[in-house]
Every structure is written in structure tokens, then in C-alpha cells.
């Protein structure tokens, strides 16, 4: 009985002190954002996206988001989907190591986004014609 009284405490002590996110100081207000990604044209995913602050402002924080097998996305800054402070940013996509999307170097891609957010944002991002893929040193094609 004692057991089921300690499991139960430190239950109830845990789900008290969690909630919300981690992040420290201020919070600006964000606008919705969420879209497909496509790389020439076509839904790429499973990925990261990552939006990141084109300028050095104290205000402007790095937003990211789970992208699915179809392109789909939410980006949160805060939370996960709690969308992105208005600004100017770079776009930035990752595929984590044991996934098997291949990610193509990628020209850099630069968004505005407005107070209203934006709920339908497509960004088609472009291949680097040429070049190795960016995760090649990671898992480098030996089929050659």
C-alpha cells in the first residue's frame, strides 16, 4: 500500500509541475502558420522545418515544425503549433538520420511573415543542381 501511495504522490507532483513550455522571458504574439513543403515542385517529407530569423532581433525566435510524409506542416514557436512572430526568416529543412528521405542541397529560401499568419503557405524550395545530397556524408551512396 505504501508503494501505491509513493507512485501516486510523485504522479500527482509531476503532472503539477509541468505544463506550458520551457521558454523563458517574454512572449511576442504569433500569426498561424502552416502549408506544404515541396522541393521542385513535389511534397517533400518526412522532415524539420525550421524558421529562422533573417536579422539579429531580441524579438524574432527560431520557429520549427514536424513535416509529414506528404509535405504537410504546423510550425509553433513556443508550442508546436503555435505559430511563428511576424518577421522575416530563412527556411531551413533537416531529415533525421534514420529516416529514409534524402534531402537535396537546397538554394536558400527567404519568407515574410505577416501578423495574419498565413494557414495555406507553400514553399517549393529548389535543388542545387549538381551537388550532393546534404545528408551524403551521413549516408553516402556506395551502390557505385
Given at each position: 500500500?505504501?508503494?501505491f501511495g509513493f507512485v501516486l504522490g510523485l504522479l500527482i507532483f509531476s503532472v503539477g509541475c509541468g505544463g506550458g513550455s520551457s521558454f523563458k522571458g517574454e512572449k511576442y504574439p504569433t500569426?498561424?502558420?502552416?502549408g506544404i513543403l515541396k522541393i521542385d515542385g513535389k511534397p517533400f517529407g518526412p522532415a524539420v522545418i525550421e524558421f529562422v530569423p533573417v536579422e539579429k532581433n531580441d524579438k524574432l525566435r527560431i520557429?520549427?515544425?514536424?513535416v509529414a510524409d506528404d509535405g504537410s506542416f504546423k510550425v509553433g514557436t513556443y508550442d508546436k503549433t503555435d505559430g511563428v512572430i511576424p518577421g522575416s526568416y530563412k527556411v531551413e529543412i533537416t531529415v533525421d538520420?534514420?529516416?529514409?528521405?534524402?534531402?537535396p542541397a537546397v538554394e536558400e529560401e527567404k519568407i515574410k511573415i505577416e501578423a495574419a499568419g498565413n494557414e495555406s503557405l507553400?514553399?517549393?524550395m529548389t535543388s542545387?543542381?549538381?551537388n550532393?545530397?546534404?545528408?551524403?556524408l551521413l549516408s553516402p551512396d556506395l551502390s557505385n
Open positions: 500500500m505504501h508503494r500569426a498561424p502558420v502552416s520557429a520549427s515544425g514536424q538520420i534514420t529516416s529514409s528521405a534524402k534531402l507553400e514553399i517549393n542545387s543542381k549538381g550532393a545530397p546534404a545528408d551524403s
